[in-house]
Each structure stands twice: as C-alpha cells, then as structure tokens.
T-cell receptor
Framework: AQTVTQSQPEMSVQEAETVTLSCTYD???????LFWYKQPPSRQMILVIR??????QNATENRFSVNFQKAAKSFSLKISDSQLGDAAMYFC?????????FGAGTRLTVKP | KAGVTQTPRYLIKTRGQQVTLSCSPI?????VSWYQQTPGQGLQFLFE???????NKGNFPGRFSGRQFSNSRSEMNVSTLELGDSALYLC????????????FGPGTRLTVT
C-alpha cells in the first residue's frame, strides 16, 4: 500500500525567509502524481502545486517549488519569501491508480 | 466559476441515525471524490466517482456509501452512525481523471452524539 510520511508535525519560519517542508512516500507504481495542499485555519483546502512522476523537472508555482527525487521517493516543498498568509496546515498527497493518500500534515507558523 | 459547494455545512446527529451529505462540483467537472478528516486519522479517502460510476473506494465499512448523478452532483450516505463518524467530510472535484488536480469544498462538519 502506498503511504505518505510528513516527518515534521510543525515548522516555523520568519516572514520573508525560506522554509522547506519534507515528504516521503512509498509506492511500487511507476506512474503517479504528487501534490501539496494548503489548509488555512477554518478554511478550505487549496492546491499549492502538482508534480507528475514522469516529469524530471521540478514544478514551480511563484514562491512555491518542489524538490522531487523519484528514486529516493522524496517530494519536499520550498516556500520562498514566506508571507503571513502562508500560515496553514500543509498536506503532501500521493495519487496512484486507485486512490489519493495524504500525509499527516505539517503545521506552518509564520512569524512577523 | 463557482467553487465546490457542500451542504449542509454543519450537522448534528444521534448514534444510530443515518445522514446524507451533498456535494456540487465545479461546473464542467465530472469527477468527485470524498474524504473524511479527523484529528486522529487525518485525511482518508472514501470514494471516487466519475460519470456516475464509482471508480475507487477506500477502506471504510459498508455503512458508508455514495452516488453520483447525471449532473455530476454527488451524495454520500452514512447509515447507523457511530460516535467515531464525527468528522469533517470533504468533497473534491476534478475535470477528469487524467490530471487528478482536485478542488476541495469547504466540508461538512458532522457531529455524532
């Protein structure tokens, strides 16, 4: 079964600094998708970034970028120039053939 | 475009009752997935529908069921409610099953007493 592990329950970053959230996954599938979702307090889940496993190039969306290491089954999220609005729970997710699996989440605090 | 809508937003039920939750996907989206979110178990996949057909089902008991209508709206039903069913139930829609890029609704907060 595919599992998704986020080893950092909580992270903190100073406003305008850079932070990296870690995610590893386990799978025997060769084709799959990886996602980072953001869930602000009492607000709905928002897609941050998506990575197709067959693409070697790391995905980037403005201040958000990923470091995708397929062989290591690692998928970290880097947030540059952190803003107060980035404070949220961040979930790493894996989509294979059968379902979508989420990590336990990392709570990111942004300090002014 | 309007986002994913879920009704009701909050619900209180008693053990043993049943409940039906509704989800309206983004216009044009044909795939709908349901998730259960709890502090203890996190986000867990319930089921996925595409064009009225259930494509995948998570590891939940048969008390949890769902369906999708021809207009892509979806409902999920939980029968014989248990205290452990208290959770935030999230619905997500996507345009197709190729990209799996999902857009989430605000959720229905179910409390079972």
């Amino acid at each position: 079964a595919q599992t998704v592990t986020q080893s950092q329950p909580e992270m903190s970053v100073q406003e305008a600094e850079t932070v990296t959230l870690s995610c590893t996954y386990d799978t025997s599938e060769s084709d799959y998708y990886l996602f980072w979702y953001k869930q602000p307090p009492s607000r709905q889940m928002i897609l941050v970034i998506r990575q197709e496993a067959y693409k070697q190039q790391n995905a980037t969306e403005n201040r958000f970028s990923v470091n995708f290491q397929k062989a290591a089954k690692s998928f970290s999220l880097k947030i540059s120039d952190s803003q107060l609005g980035d404070a949220a729970m961040y979930f790493c997710a894996y989509r294979g053939n059968n379902d979508m699996r989420f990590g336990a989440g990392t709570r990111l605090t942004v300090k002014p | 475009k309007a986002g994913v809508t879920q009704t009701p937003r909050y619900l209180i039920k008693t053990r043993g009752q049943q409940v039906t939750l509704s989800c309206s996907p983004i216009s044009g989206h044909r795939s709908v997935s349901w998730y259960q979110q709890t502090p203890g178990q996190g986000l867990q996949f319930l089921f996925e529908y595409f064009s009225e057909t259930q494509r995948n089902k998570g590891n939940f008991p048969g008390r949890f069921s769902g369906r999708q209508f021809s207009n892509s709206r979806s409902e999920m039903n939980v029968s014989t409610l248990e205290l452990g069913d208290s959770a935030l139930y999230l619905c997500a829609s996507s345009a197709n099953t190729a990209s799996y890029e999902q857009y989430f609704g605000p959720g229905t907060r179910l409390t079972v007493t």
